[in-house]
């Protein structure tokens, strides 16, 4: 039980704690968000041109890396889903979103960093929306405008089912896909970060204001932060591949002769 009275008393992290302007206020405000992000992109393309300008028999550490990571989205994202025929004009997408996404989740746990871009929906509403205007061009330009409407709806259904169908498909591939390819990975990187916080502020909280008692609850929290840490690290690399998992997906979808 908290000693009383307190110096101050514990208040638990919340959304405002995810706003960090950094020059200005409001709308147009230079937030740390929008820096990191800039970070990142930069750096990655250093890095691609880096060691696409020193390419080895032998690999160096970071060809080796690089070229790991564009395997996996080659084989088991790209070639694997969208097929061997289309995939590879995808490729530059399918990649540039796979390492833009896990830098940026990764930021959440980096030492001195400790902030996910994308806890911040704007960015993964961008990046969504990229992907939307991506697949529905290419279904567009493969089936023409009425012929890629058209095959929202799967054959071979009862005509009284065709009205309902269509319904649904039609909000499926305009509206529920960019929203909930937004959704899913801000909603993972918010709670994540907002659950990391809770511990951290929590256990310095137990450990600076408490009885003797609560301090080692304090600890324990500490602990508990560096253990759900390793769990991030896993759920980063898991949102960045189902995102581009989906994207791959509805591609697919797009290139396809049937729906």
């Given at each position: 039980?908290?000693t009383?009275?307190?110096?101050?008393?514990?208040?638990a992290?919340?959304t405002?704690?995810?706003?960090?302007?950094?020059?200005?206020?409001?709308?147009?405000?230079?937030?740390r968000s929008?820096?990191?992000?800039?970070?990142?992109?930069?750096?990655?393309?250093?890095?691609?041109?880096?060691?696409?300008?020193?390419?080895?028999?032998?690999?160096?550490?970071?060809?080796?890396?690089?070229?790991?990571l564009?395997?996996?989205?080659?084989?088991?994202?790209?070639?694997?889903?969208?097929?061997?025929?289309?995939?590879?004009?995808f490729?530059?997408?399918l990649f540039s979103?796979?390492?833009?996404?896990?830098?940026?989740?990764l930021?959440?746990?980096?030492p001195?960093i400790?902030?996910?871009t994308?806890?911040?929906?704007?960015y993964p509403i961008?990046?969504?929306?990229?992907?939307y205007?991506?697949?529905?061009?290419?279904g567009?330009?493969?089936k023409?405008?009425?012929?890629?409407?058209?095959s929202?709806?799967?054959?071979?259904?009862?005509g009284?089912?065709?009205?309902?169908?269509?319904?649904?498909?039609f909000?499926?591939?305009v509206?529920?896909?960019?929203?909930?390819?937004?959704?899913r990975i801000?909603?993972?990187?918010?709670a994540?970060?907002?659950?990391?916080?809770?511990?951290?502020f929590g256990?310095?909280?137990?450990?600076?204001?408490?009885?003797?008692?609560n301090?080692?609850a304090?600890?324990?929290s500490?602990?508990?932060?560096?253990v759900?840490s390793a769990f991030?690290?896993?759920?980063?690399?898991?949102?960045?591949?189902?995102?581009v998992?989906l994207?791959?997906?509805?591609?697919?979808?797009?290139v396809?002769?049937?729906?």
């Open positions: 039980m908290l009383a009275p307190l110096a101050e008393t514990f208040v992290p919340g405002s704690d995810f706003w960090q302007p950094l020059i200005g206020d409001g709308a147009f405000a230079l937030t929008a820096i990191l992000y800039a970070v990142a992109a930069i750096g990655m393309s250093i890095v691609a041109v880096r060691v696409s300008g020193r390419l080895k028999l032998v690999p160096s550490k970071g060809q080796f890396i690089s070229e790991s564009y395997d996996l989205v080659r084989n088991s994202l790209g070639r694997d889903i969208i097929g061997a025929k289309d995939f590879i004009k490729m530059p997408l979103l796979f390492i833009v996404i896990l830098l940026n989740n930021f959440g746990v980096i001195f400790q902030f996910p994308m806890s911040r929906l704007g961008a990046l969504a929306a990229v992907v205007l991506t697949y529905h061009a290419v567009i330009s493969r023409g405008f009425i012929g890629w409407f058209k929202f709806l799967p054959s071979g259904l009862p009284w089912l065709v009205p309902l169908v269509y319904l649904l498909e909000f499926t591939y509206i529920i896909r960019p929203a909930t390819l937004a959704l801000f909603g993972n990187m918010f994540g970060h907002l659950l990391l916080l809770t511990f951290t256990g310095e909280f137990l450990l600076l204001h408490s009885t003797t008692p301090k080692a304090g600890v324990l500490f602990l508990f932060t560096l759900m991030e690290i896993i759920i980063e690399f898991l949102q960045a591949y189902i995102f998992l994207t791959a997906v509805y591609i697919a979808g797009a396809a002769d049937e729906h």
